[in-house]
């Protein structure tokens, strides 16, 4: 498919006004996008677990404007009040997907959103709030066009939520999307997250995710600038290639359960994408003395009694701890006892692999 595919025939008619709501949950990628070329298209390939309760449920209220109305006209309440510091960042989706949904400027909208996890926890919240964004437009766009097949209002979802934020586009479905071309995967593309297909170890199944909210701070750098040091970075070239062949190292590693090779792949992509940030220039770090503390204590602890856990991290100080559903009560038990003391606060998040955006 190419960009071509997303942009409508002209509308027959357009429908006064409406609502639609839906909630999409947060994803951690394992293999990380980490650089991008223009209009979002990412420098490598990314493969991600979907998450499953931390999630931003957005409302979108939609009435025609008068004709001839030019430009954008939106409000936008997060977590009930209005939130003016927000609007930016929407113009500037509004302005990349507006070829797409030609309908965006003859619209007023209110957009009402909120998010599962609590207010600045430091999580990533731009994956699942322009994935749900994304759905509410498109709701609209199926209204218009209702014969639309469902396979292409989900991977329009994506290519829309990919155009807000890049990692936004894995954040549609669940429990594992991969977004960017990779020859080993079927139908992978640059443009949308694509549902991963191969076989997958019953290991895997409600595989847990545990968010140690090390640092709650605004971040010093942001995700779009640390994207942008990757042009002209000294090892940028090897790190595309190497995340192709993580992706394929771990494709089999879902199908065998191999979870010693899954702890070697996810924490070294956590690692390498920490290592691009201190070897860029500006060369920045964004984890903080007690990230290295809890991966210390994490090694530590599964070197002691041999339980598959390991960590990734994101652009951030955070900590997400992975581990098997079997072992949860123990993980929980060593996180409670070894690993909160560090976490600003004591806040974490229970979390676990979850499927995708689901309509309210
Ligand atoms: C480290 O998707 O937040 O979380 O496209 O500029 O919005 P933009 O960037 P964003 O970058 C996410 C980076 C990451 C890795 C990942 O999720 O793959």
């Known amino acids: 498919m190419t960009e071509q595919d997303f942009v409508p025939s002209p509308y027959e008619h357009l429908i006064p006004q409406g609502k639609t709501s839906w909630r999409s949950p947060s994803n951690?990628?394992?293999?990380?996008?980490?650089?991008?070329?223009?209009?979002?298209?990412?420098?490598?390939p990314s493969i991600s677990f979907t998450l499953n309760t931390a999630e931003t449920i957005t409302s979108?209220?939609?009435?025609?404007?008068?004709?001839?109305?030019?430009?954008?006209?939106f409000d936008l309440r997060f977590e009930g009040k209005p939130k003016d510091d927000f609007k930016p960042k929407i113009e500037t989706f509004f302005h990349r997907i507006a070829t797409y949904l030609p309908f965006l400027t003859q619209y007023h909208f209110e957009i009402d959103t909120h998010n599962?996890?609590?207010?600045?926890?430091?999580?990533?919240?731009?994956?699942?709030?322009?994935?749900?964004?994304?759905?509410?437009?498109?709701?609209?766009?199926?209204?218009?066009?209702?014969?639309?097949?469902?396979?292409?209002?989900?991977?329009?979802a994506s290519f829309l939520a990919r155009l807000g934020s890049g990692s936004a586009c894995r954040s549609i479905k669940g429990p594992i999307v991969e977004w960017g071309h990779h020859k080993g995967?079927?139908?992978?593309?640059?443009?949308?997250?694509t549902l991963y297909k191969g076989e997958v170890h019953a290991v895997f199944q409600n595989y847990q995710d545990t968010i140690l909210l090390v640092d709650k701070g605004e971040k010093?750098?942001?995700?779009?600038?640390?994207?942008?040091?990757?042009?002209?970075?000294?090892?940028?070239?090897?790190?595309?290639?190497?995340?192709?062949?993580?992706?394929?190292?771990?494709?089999?590693?879902?199908?065998?359960?191999?979870?010693?090779l899954f702890i070697q792949v996810v924490e070294s992509e956590a690692l390498t994408l920490?290592?691009?940030?201190?070897?860029?220039?500006p060369y920045f770090i964004l984890m903080k003395p007690q990230t290295l503390v809890i991966i210390e204590k994490i090694w530590a602890y599964r070197t002691a009694t041999q339980i598959p856990v390991c960590f990734t991290l994101d652009a951030g100080a955070n900590v997400h701890v992975l581990y098997p559903e079997r072992d949860r009560d123990k993980v929980l038990q060593f996180i409670?006892?070894?690993?909160?003391?560090?976490?600003?606060?004591g806040q974490y998040i229970c979390d676990q692999i979850g499927y995708g955006s689901k309509k309210v």
């Open 220 to 260: 010093k750098v942001s995700s779009t600038a640390g994207h942008a040091l990757m042009h002209n970075h000294p090892f940028a070239r090897e790190r595309f290639a190497q995340a192709h062949e993580n992706i394929t190292r771990l494709t089999s590693v879902f199908k065998d359960g191999d979870l010693d």
């Open 60 to 73: 979108l209220d939609y009435k025609l404007r008068k004709k001839g109305s030019e430009g954008f006209s």
């Open 336 to 345: 409670k006892n070894e690993l909160v003391a560090y976490c600003e606060n």
């Open 116 to 156: 599962s996890f609590p207010h600045s926890s430091g999580i990533a919240s731009s994956a699942s709030s322009m994935a749900a964004l994304s759905l509410c437009l498109m709701e609209l766009e199926l209204a218009l066009y209702p014969e639309m097949d469902e396979n292409y209002f989900f991977k329009k």
């Open 28 to 44: 951690i990628a394992l293999v990380k996008y980490w650089g991008k070329l223009a209009n979002q298209i990412p420098a490598n």
């Open 185 to 193: 995967i079927n139908n992978s593309s640059d443009l949308f997250g």
């Open 274 to 281: 920490h290592a691009m940030m201190m070897t860029s220039l």
